[in-house]
């Protein structure tokens, strides 16, 4: 199985700041590589797909980059409705996995 | 609007075989050319993949889980189900139900609690 590495685990910002989440793969996944938001309770919601192309309806302030084995998620000006749980998932090969996880919190 | 909904009995008991449904509404199962899932959510694993099945009845499974899962497919009730023999604690999770577009879950059920405990 592919395994997906995120850091940080956690990290505190506040609004308006300007974070990056990073994700890195066990091995070369192209850009198959997903982010998803999860505020507390609920579903998570699919933010960025391969790579770096927003779904619809998200925000631009959301970016995505990265190939291979490396991988970032960045926020531009975080507003207070960003705060949550982030994680990345890889859609490379079957089982598709997920990484922990990054609880981003207000400072 | 695409909307998913997930159900499930809650509660059950260690070696039980619990079913969950997930009912579609929005989009037509039969017609749409998209795999349906399951995904599972626990504090320890947090998220995994269970399995995936597309109308036709084409499945996938995740290899840890392909021995106690069967997922499947009912077309003229929009739904999908899911049944997990043999639950342990290690099964205590939210389950949810996911539209897949090339492997990422582009929309989400809310979920249920699947707690297997005596």
């Known amino acids: 199985d592919i395994q997906m590495t995120q850091s940080p685990s956690s990290l505190s910002a506040s609004v308006g700041d300007r974070v990056t989440i990073t994700c890195r793969a066990s091995?070369?996944?192209?850009?198959?590589l997903n982010w998803y938001q999860q505020q507390l309770g609920e579903a998570p919601k699919l933010l960025i797909y391969?790579?770096?192309s927003l779904q619809s309806g998200v925000p631009s302030r959301f970016s995505g980059r990265g190939s291979g084995t490396d991988f970032t998620l960045t926020i531009g000006g975080l507003q207070p409705e960003d705060f949550g749980t982030y994680f990345c998932q890889q859609s490379y090969s079957v089982p598709y996995t997920f990484g922990q996880g990054t609880k981003l919190e207000i400072k | 609007q695409l909307q998913l909904q997930e159900s499930g009995p809650g509660l059950v008991k260690p070696w039980e075989t619990p079913s969950l449904t997930c009912t579609v509404s929005?989009?037509?199962?039969?017609?749409?050319?998209?795999?349906w899932g399951w995904i599972r959510q626990s504090p320890g694993k947090g998220l995994e993949w269970i399995a995936s099945?597309?109308?036709?009845?084409?499945?996938y499974y995740t290899p840890s889980l392909k021995s106690r899962v069967l997922i499947s497919v009912d077309t003229s009730k929009n739904q999908i189900f899911l049944k997990l023999s043999s639950v342990t604690a290690a099964d205590t999770a939210v389950y949810y139900c996911v539209r897949v577009v090339a492997g990422k879950g582009d929309v989400w059920g809310k979920g249920t609690t699947v707690t297997v405990s005596s």
């Open positions: 091995q070369d996944i192209t850009n198959s």
């Open positions: 099945i597309y109308h036709s009845g084409a499945t």
């Open positions: 929005g989009d037509s199962i039969h017609s749409s050319s998209f795999y």
């Open positions: 391969t790579a770096s």
